[in-house]
């Protein structure tokens, strides 16, 4: 029988209430504790994968597969019955399909929750998942505003639960026209050889294409039928009622600010999280964030053209939409500056660093972090910083104009136009 929005919403634990009591307790998943239903070690971990579509596929089919997979859900039929028959043929044969993510949030069976669904839901789906005693693999920007990040960071951190991003650059894999992984440029930084403090730059010069025009929204919309399998209000869940136009669902959301924020939404975490990383910030914010950018629909995002964002020792992190500055290094500083294909000037910086210590070595293997209860490397507390990163940016360009921010309070200074873009009301019922 379907159960009404409504009243599933009531007794949901994430809502507050006497489910601010409950959620005090720490819950530690079953495979670590005995007792009822409890699975021993060596038995294959859970999971569950909500959102089938793009995204979703790859969760499906190669991510985290070494969990077994127990349930699929999306609001469109056709992903949903896409993303069933995927999870059988990867070996999953008793995969279950949902409509409703919260069903699959009820399963007591299931350890870890996969959400690549579009960002409006990041944070709703992770708290809730957070609530009831799972961990999380999320997707990328970890979440649509500051104010949703810091609720995240509290479910997490007060259910014990172990959270994971999904961007991986800050430890494994080549990072874009650096054309190496990220440690030897942790570590040149490290080192105090580049000077302090640094310049960091991002365009397609130094490796980093923004997909501004790819992830643009359309400004004449026009309400057209909701096809039939698609539940378009639980697809718009807490985000602003719009009438329905295919523009605005699956691949293309992103260039809707309700959604996402364009290219910045789309592949801010996989560049500034590594540069956050690098410039040993993850635990602060910046102090101010400067914009460059044509007026912005109220609906869609717009190519923007600069962004930079300061911090309180002088780093700087620039985002060159415009591909302006056509020679500036990834890195610089007083002391040397690290080009595309880790050129550096000096040349001899990369042979210097053999007499430097290594970078701290990080917990890269998620399954690992959830027997052991280690954070992972990419976490809840580190992952709300270089979103952070991502949504005083977005708010710059969505109001055209420089921000001063508290990197303290998360708050920007003064300015209470741009403080309603951090804390964003959601369509009842939902609420965090």
Known sequence: MKRSTDSMISRRRFLGGAAGAAAAFTIVPRQVLGGVGFTPPSEQPTRAVIGCGGMGTGHIKSINTEARLLAVCDVDEAHLSAGVKNAQAGGN?????????REVIDRADIDIIHIPTPPHWHALMSIAAAQAGKDIWCEKPMSRTIYEGEKVVEAVQRNGRIF???????????????????KPIKKLVQSGMLGWPLTVTLNSFTGFAWKLGTWSGKTNLQPQPVPAGLDYDMWLGPAPYKPYHPHRVHQSFRGYWDYDGGGLGDMGQHYLDPTQY?????????????VDTPPQHYDAVIPWRRVELKYADGCKIVLDGEDREKEAPFISGPGGKVYPGMRTDPVDLVKKLEAFPEPE??????????????????????????????????????????????PVKQRFVDDEEANRLVQQPMRGPWHL
């Open 93 to 101: 044969a008793d995969v279950k399909g949902y409509k409703d993510w």
């Open 361 to 406: 070595p990080q917990m890269t293997r998620f399954l690992e972090a959830v027997k052991t209860r280690k954070k992972f490397a990419l976490n809840e507390q580190n992952g709300h910083r270089s979103a952070t990163l991502i949504n005083m940016s977005k708010i710059a360009v969505q109001l055209g104009r420089s921000l001063n921010f508290d």
């Open 278 to 290: 690098l410039l040993d910030k993850d635990n602060e914010s910046p102090i101010s964030v400067e």
């Open 164 to 182: 994971r991003l999904n961007t991986w650059f800050r430890f494994e894999g080549g990072f874009y026209g650096m054309k190496t992984a990220v």
